[in-house]
C-alpha cells in the first residue's frame, strides 16, 4: 500500500511512455515488500538537469536513465562506476545519503545474462550496428572473455570511434556492410549480435532483417544468434535463423536482468526474483 512514508523510484527519458520497466520493477517491489514505488517521468531535454536536481530534494532513492539521456547525466553524478565510464553511458542512478547522485550501467549485466552459461570463452562474435547498445555488448563480450569481436556497421565514423574505445581490451575490427569478407565472417562466427533497431515493432524496418535476407546467405547451424529487440518476440531475423538451425535469444532477458541489477543496486545488494519480472512482463509482451 502506498503510505505517506513510501519513496520512489524512476524512469527519465523522452519517450517513455511506451517503456515496460514499470510493470517489471512494481511487479519485483511488491514481491519483495518494499515501500516504494517505480513510475515513469517523460521530460524534456532542457529540463533534465532541474529534473533530476529537484528529484535530489524529494523521497526519490534511485532512477533508470534512458534515450535520449544516457550521456547527458554524466555532469550530474559526483560518482561514476568504471563500466560506465568504459561504456560511455549510463542508464541507473543512485541517490547516496548525503543527497549525491552516483551513476553506473547495468545493460552490460543485462546482456551477458542470457549467455553467462554457454562457456562462450575464447569464441569469435560479429556485431550488427555501432550504436550505443553496441558498446555495452562489447563490454559483455570482453567480460565473458570472447577472444574476437567484428563490428558490421553503415558508417565508418562510428565504427572507428568504438575500435578506438575498445582495442586495448580485446581484438576488435569494424567493417562497413558493403565489405566483401562478410560472407566467410558469418560463416565462421560463433554468436551473431544484432544491435540494430531493425525488425522492431512500430519501425518502418518492423518486417525486415538487418541489411537483407540474401546477406545471411552463408549463415550456419551452429551460430548463437542474439536480437537486443525484445518486441516483437521472435524478431523477422530470429524466425529466419530459427529456421536456419541456429539457437536464438530475443531481448526479453536484457531487458529484465538490467532492471533486476538497476533494483539490486538501488536497495544495496538484495537479490531480485527474475522470473516475478518476467511474469508480470508476459501479457505486453
Ligand atoms: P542507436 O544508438 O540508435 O544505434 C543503432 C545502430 O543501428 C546504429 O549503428 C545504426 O546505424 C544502426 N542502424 C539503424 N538502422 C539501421 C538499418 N536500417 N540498417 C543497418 N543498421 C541500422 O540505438 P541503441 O540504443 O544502440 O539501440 C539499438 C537497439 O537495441 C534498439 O532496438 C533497442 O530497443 C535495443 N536495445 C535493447 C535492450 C534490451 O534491454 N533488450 C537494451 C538496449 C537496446 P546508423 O548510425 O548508420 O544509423
Redesign the pocket.
Known sequence: MITSKTSFLALIGNPVSHSLSPIMQNAAIQYLGLDLIYMAIPCKNEDLEIVVHSLKKMNCKGLNIT?PFKQKVFDICSEISPVAQKVKAINTLKLTNDKNWIGTNT?ID??IYPLKNLNLAKKSSLI???????R?VIQGLIELKFSKITII???IN?LNELISNFKNDIKIKGLL?TNTEIDNLIQETDLIIN????G?SNTK?ND?I??GQSFWNSINSKTIVYD???NPSPTPFLKFCDKKGCMTID??Q??IA?GAKSLSFWTNGLEVPFEVMHDALKEYL
Open positions: 534515450i545493460d543485462g546482456f550488427l550496428g555501432s550504436g550505443g547498445a553496441a555495452s556497421s553503415r558508417k562510428s556492410s544491435t540494430t533497431p531493425v522492431m524496418n525486415e538487418p541489411f537486443l529487440i525484445y531481448g526479453t536484457m531487458l538490467q
